[in-house]
């Protein structure tokens, strides 16, 4: 995807901003950056390049935060794929319509201190009122015709509306993070019957799918070797522990099962969810066979809520028992609570700088209060909002936003292999840690097609279905 | 050049902001000068007055270069002409024979008539009964699209104008021919060697036509209610675009020799059988949406539009061109008003290689070869082909190859009205359509309109904002294909 940079004199940094403006004025400004770019490269060699794009993506963004992360990740993607981005700040709650646009096209910094002139356009609106029901009508006349357009949907894409339906018609993939979903449960569905009735053309990702490839391949090199295959036909059992309490932090370990039922051709047979987040279900294999998964709810320093922490895969074939066990290893400690940033007790408690004592102890005590809050901070919003734990997030804007997914993903794992009666294979392997752009781009470059992934989301939800 | 209906939107918008930019560019004749005539009652200076003003609101150029618009202007005249009153083009002609002696333009004469085409008839009359039609020099008339309502219409209009005008001095104006990118069709075609070898239904899976428009029907309700899209844009513009995609090549660049093929072509095209049309064609009508962010109305909610009106704003059709070289290829046509975005362009698809060497896995992300002419905006080209991931093992991606005019050429393109005025005073009629192509285009479109008028198919609504309604999707998904998003 990678483009050469022309070393042509570059226009400099370009910027336009508008309030109350339209998507043709915004068009307007967009045709004039080009036109001065072109222009600008004309020293190089009397023959201007077209600004180049390999993709456009559109990032939706429903708050503050989501934003600037989209402008960060994006931008760290367009410094080596020249892009434009659209970031859409939907504010359709606001009844009041009007959109404020601007448009950035910055110069990259290189090395020996010339600037590099940059292939990349940042647009971003923030659109309040019933225009931003209509993603599709308000970006289709930005984007670029004849290369992949992606959306990327920080949060909680609609599943179901109208205006998820008319936002993917022009889009050639979807990504979401369903680590981040408000409802996951509800969501996960919803993503599964987005992808089963998805215009033909349309990739759909998920980051979390791609944070599970570590485990995906462990799970899939212990069965690479020729002589392994036929423990593919004797697998009895699996298990899975995973953090956290309630059904919408089981969605990565269904897509997990999802993903080894459907390439294997199991056939769901029953489900049960209980009590402490355990869940039982029976695959048919074979035609004949029965296995049996489970997944159970395990605090393990380290986790956040949602994550694997555990597989183990139990079989025999051919005479011979085997056990594959692949753990997180123990790396870190309890969670950290958040930076909540300087606190406000200063500015609401002013003391006129006489009693330093009696600010600490006040400081001290708001911390332990934070502290304390956060710790009790899902209890507090199921009893008030009546879901299950691991159903809900607490709505938007909080506080307290709990991540389900690290900053850092980086991990140590840990894989046991007993066959027959051999002395147990230890091995130790470290995955480095992968930002949510470098994630994006490894998606994007193959068009977020993935039928392995769409077949998994089928095969994960219809289990989450029977549960 | 004699304008009629000089004060009217054409004039002010197009015609005399080309004339300008051509007065700018060197390109007129020694001695030109423009004579407005129209209904209202005003003088030289008020005319001017309207002139310079229009000029400056709409010309390509900017800003207005004062001394070219003031030595323009002194060659602009006014004349009052009541259509229907022959002394009034009685009193047209006085002022031309004093304008040939006083600038010595040898009694050269274009009649340009920016008017309504049921004017048309009233004026080529009253030309020949004033004998403006005749004398030294050359005689030209200019009319606007639509040349007609239907074949029938068309034939008498023809029959009218050639009574008064040899063939030869009728300059039928589809501007569409005179875009930069319209004519490119013909030297992206005919100037290659590369791709003419595949252009044909051996190597080609399927063309489609769009022409989209984002704007509604702005002020000309009671014109778009009687005529539709069917006769705005597809009678015309889209078929014009199928001639030039599909035509043989010329012997020459020369009028006779292009629209010779043309009309070949437009000849060739299968008419939709009674049967057929139900199927191969959609009409829709957009009803309130979003466009480029802002809320629109409906199109029976616009101004002069009947309540209950089936006029379509979309259409949708495929034919197939019966002839050696296209045989079996489906031309898909499409055009409509209040699309998301402006856009025309013509797609040639190809077909897909025969054999998928590198496994159906690897290339489930190639998309066929393609070949986009963006006629507007973006001029340019686009090839569409497939490359490999960088990455390990073997997995394929399209790619895209692009030419823009925007920058490759160091100029502006100019206007299309530039070209095509300058065209009809140097006597080229290369870019302007013949009677015999107005009439097959006709002979196409009449069918299609008759069985519409019985309400087959049933007119479908869209929001505006979409690319039309559903069906129109459904028209290539029977044949295994999609529309191309401009």
Known sequence: MAQTLSSAPSPGPLEWKGEGVTIAQVLDALTDFRNKFAQAQVPDDDHPHPRNTVMTLIAVAATEAEEKRAISESTAIAMHHPSLVIVVRDQAEVKEGRIDASIAAPVLPAEGGTDLPSHYELVTLHVRGAAASHLGALVDPLLVSGVPTNIWWLGTPPFGTHELRDALQVADALVVDSARFARPYHSFLGLADTIAHAHKRLGMADLQWARLDPWRESIAQFFAPVARRPYLSGISEIGIDYAGAGRGNRIPSATLIGWISSALGWKLQRAVGGAGGVVSAQFEADRWRIVDVAFRSVAKPGLVEGEVGTVRIVGTAGGTTFRLSIARAPERTRRQAPDLGPAPFQHQHATGGEDDAGMEIAQRKAAQHREMAFQNRDSLHHTATGDPPGESLPPRPTVFVRERRRADNSMVLLTLIDIGGADTLRHVQRIESDDDASLLVELLALGAHDPVFARSLAAGAELMRAL | ?486
Request: aromatic residues 10%; contains cysteine.
């Open chain 2, 1 to 486: 050049m004699v304008i009629f209906g000089a004060t009217g939107d054409l004039s002010g918008r197009k015609l005399l902001p080309a004339l300008y930019n051509l007065a700018k560019q060197r390109l007129l004749p020694a001695g030109f000068a423009v004579v407005g005539a129209a209904i209202d009652d005003l003088t030289d200076d008020a005319f001017r007055k309207r002139a310079s003003a229009k000029i400056s609101e709409f010309s390509r150029t900017q800003p207005v270069d004062e001394a070219v618009l003031q030595s323009f202007l002194d060659a602009v005249f006014y004349v009052k002409v009541d259509f229907s009153k022959l002394d009034d083009f009685k009193s047209l002609g006085r002022k031309l024979d004093d304008l040939d002696h006083a600038r010595h333009v040898g009694g050269n004469r274009v009649f340009y008539c920016a008017t309504p085409p049921t004017t048309y008839e009233t004026i080529t009359e009253q030309l020949r009964a004033s004998g403006l039609n005749s004398g030294d020099g050359y005689h030209r008339i200019v009319v606007e699209k639509p040349f007609g309502t239907d074949l029938k219409s068309a034939r008498e209009l023809n029959k009218i104008v050639q009574r008064v005008f040899h063939e030869d001095s009728v300059f039928r104006i589809d501007h569409y021919l005179g875009k930069e990118t319209v004519q490119n069709i013909m030297a992206f075609r005919f100037a290659n060697t590369i791709f003419e070898p595949v252009w044909n239904c051996h190597f080609i899976d399927s063309v489609q036509i769009t022409a989209a428009e984002e704007i509604g029907i702005e002020n000309r309700g009671a014109y778009y209610d009687k005529a539709g899209t069917l006769r705005d844009i597809v009678q015309n513009h889209a078929l014009q675009l199928l001639a030039l995609t599909a035509m043989e090549p010329p012997v020459e660049f020369e009028a006779g020799a292009v629209r010779d093929e043309k009309v070949k072509v437009l000849k060739a095209v299968r008419p939709l059988a009674d049967d057929e049309i139900a199927k191969a064609t959609v009409r829709g009508q957009y009803t309130s949406g979003y466009v480029l962010g802002e809320h629109v109305h409906g199109y029976r909610e616009e101004p002069d539009v009947a309540k209950g009106s089936l006029t379509e704003t979309f259409v949708a059709l495929r034919v197939f061109v019966d002839n050696w070289r296209w045989a079996g290829v489906p031309f898909y046509i499409r055009a409509g008003k209040r699309m998301p975005k402006r856009a025309t362009e013509i797609r040639i698809q190809f077909n897909r290689p025969p054999h998928l060497t590198f496994g159906r896995s690897a290339a489930q992300e190639l998309d066929p070869n393609a070949i986009t002419l963006r006629i507007q905006p973006e001029e340019g080209i686009s090839l569409k082909f497939g490359a490999k991931v960088p990455a390990a093992g073997i997995r394929l991606r399209s790619v895209a190859m692009d030419f823009l005019y925007a920058s490759s050429f160091l100029v502006e393109a100019p206007e299309a009205y530039e070209r095509l005025l300058l065209d009809c005073m140097i006597g080229d009629p290369t870019l302007f359509t013949r009677a015999d192509e107005v009439e097959a285009a006709w002979t196409l479109v009449d069918p299609v309109e008759a069985a519409w008028r019985d309400g087959r198919p049933s007119l479908q609504m869209y929001a505006a904002g979409t690319w039309g309604p559903l069906v129109a999707a459904k028209l290539l998904e029977a044949d295994g294909r999609e529309w191309h998003r401009p």
